[in-house]
């Protein structure tokens, strides 16, 4: 659900919402029917008319993955700047500008781990060394994130927004033999999505993204249907689900809802790619959450009806 980690998919979301601050969570947790499950947390904050200055906008974002039998790890702690350009005379049509720079640790455990050397023909034994000369576990590197994203609201409950972002500008090395040829690809994204009303209570919510990292790219297609209860005086409440396809890995589902300043939603893969006799089709588990704090909160005005003998 990269909608409700904004500032991993393009540091020139922060600030992209309606209100003062935002801040999101995200947990996934992938690979268990096959593997030693791949857990990630995500969690972000960002805030509009940063330190009371209009036009800019400040996050930050700290995310932790835990991968496999060797507890491979990666954290990072990541610093957003993005500068909101208006293109007519409202906040309604605006073009932002954003940088994101960093610090990633990536470490990992090789005990846990068994090598072909370590089976004495008939079984197993840990006693027997790897024959592995490891030069390192660790790695601490800075990176570097640029992007431009685009809004643009044509009525109420009619937006449009999209983007693109490169990550990984840097190229740190990556090798853990201390090989300097190793270094990490740069990923780019592109993404589209609508929130567009169809009918007095139902929005359709398109949205397509693009990701390519080296030889590896990733296309990401789907709608969401949403139907919402009350949109009135800082009131919004609504219910929202819908099915996305990833070519040649998976299918997959969410629901949420929406209350007020919240938003939470949950979502599940069925793999469908040249894993899945080992998957049995089974994928991620991934929850987020969202929380909007705004300030300026719509005043409800109440009128007192005269008798019309006055």
């Given at each position: 659900?990269?909608?409700?980690?904004?500032?991993?998919?393009?540091p020139a979301?922060?600030?992209?919402?309606?209100?003062?601050?935002?801040?999101?969570?995200?947990?996934?947790?992938?690979?268990?029917?096959?593997?030693?499950?791949?857990?990630?947390y995500?969690?972000?904050?960002?805030?509009?008319?940063?330190?009371?200055?209009?036009?800019?906008?400040?996050?930050?974002?700290?995310?932790?993955?835990?991968?496999?039998?060797?507890?491979?790890?990666?954290?990072?702690?990541?610093?957003?700047?993005?500068?909101?350009?208006?293109l007519?005379?409202?906040?309604?049509?605006?073009?932002?500008?954003g940088?994101?720079?960093?610090?990633?640790?990536?470490?990992?455990?090789?005990?846990?781990?068994?090598?072909?050397?370590?089976?004495?023909?008939?079984?197993?034994?840990?006693?027997?060394?790897?024959?592995?000369?490891?030069?390192?576990?660790?790695?601490?590197?800075?990176?570097?994130?640029?992007?431009?994203?685009?809004?643009?609201?044509?009525?109420?409950?009619?937006?449009?927004?999209?983007?693109?972002?490169?990550?990984?500008?840097?190229?740190?090395?990556?090798?853990?033999?201390?090989?300097?040829?190793?270094?990490?690809?740069?990923?780019?994204?592109?993404?589209?999505?609508?929130?567009?009303?169809?009918?007095?209570?139902?929005?359709?919510?398109?949205?397509?993204?693009?990701?390519?990292?080296?030889?590896?790219?990733?296309?990401?297609?789907?709608?969401?249907?949403?139907?919402?209860f009350?949109d009135?005086?800082?009131?919004?409440?609504?219910?929202?689900?819908?099915?996305?396809?990833?070519?040649?890995?998976?299918?997959?589902?969410?629901?949420?809802?929406?209350?007020?300043?919240?938003?939470?939603?949950?979502?599940?893969?069925?793999?469908?790619?040249?894993?899945?006799?080992?998957?049995n089709?089974?994928?991620?588990?991934?929850?987020?959450?969202?929380?909007?704090?705004?300030?300026?909160?719509?005043?409800?005005?109440?009128?007192?009806?005269?008798?019309?003998?006055?």
């Amino acid at each position: 659900m990269w909608d409700m980690s904004p500032l991993n998919l393009n540091p020139a979301n922060a600030g992209g919402f309606d209100g003062d601050y935002r801040f999101n969570g995200n947990h996934r947790n992938q690979w268990s029917s096959v593997t030693v499950p791949f857990s990630t947390y995500a969690i972000s904050a960002d805030a509009k008319n940063f330190l009371g200055h209009k036009p800019y906008s400040a996050g930050i974002q700290i995310n932790q993955d835990r991968a496999g039998d060797s507890k491979f790890n990666t954290f990072q702690v990541n610093l957003d700047g993005a500068y909101a350009l208006a293109l007519n005379k409202d906040s309604l049509h605006q073009l932002s500008f954003g940088a994101q720079l960093g610090v990633t640790n990536k470490n990992l455990t090789y005990d846990p781990l068994q090598f072909d050397v370590q089976y004495d023909g008939f079984q197993y034994d840990p006693s027997l060394p790897n024959q592995e000369n490891f030069a390192r576990a660790s790695r601490t590197y800075m990176n570097l994130a640029l992007g431009v994203a685009y809004f643009k609201q044509l009525d109420t409950r009619k937006i449009i927004r999209g983007g693109v972002s490169a990550f990984n500008l840097l190229r740190p090395k990556q090798s853990f033999f201390n090989d300097n040829d190793v270094k990490l690809d740069v990923r780019y994204n592109l993404h589209a999505n609508a929130e567009w009303k169809v009918a007095d209570k139902w929005d359709v919510l398109p949205t397509v993204l693009l990701s390519s990292q080296g030889k590896y790219k990733s296309f990401n297609v789907g709608a969401n249907a949403r139907y919402v209860f009350t949109d009135f005086m800082g009131m919004y409440r609504a219910v929202w689900g819908g099915v996305f396809y990833r070519n040649k890995d998976a299918t997959f589902v969410s629901v949420g809802m929406n209350y007020d300043a919240w938003k939470v939603g949950i979502s599940y893969d069925i793999n469908v790619s040249t894993l899945k006799p080992a998957s049995n089709l089974r994928g991620g588990f991934e929850i987020g959450v969202q929380y909007i704090i705004k300030f300026d909160q719509p005043k409800r005005i109440m009128h007192r009806v005269c008798p019309d003998y006055i």
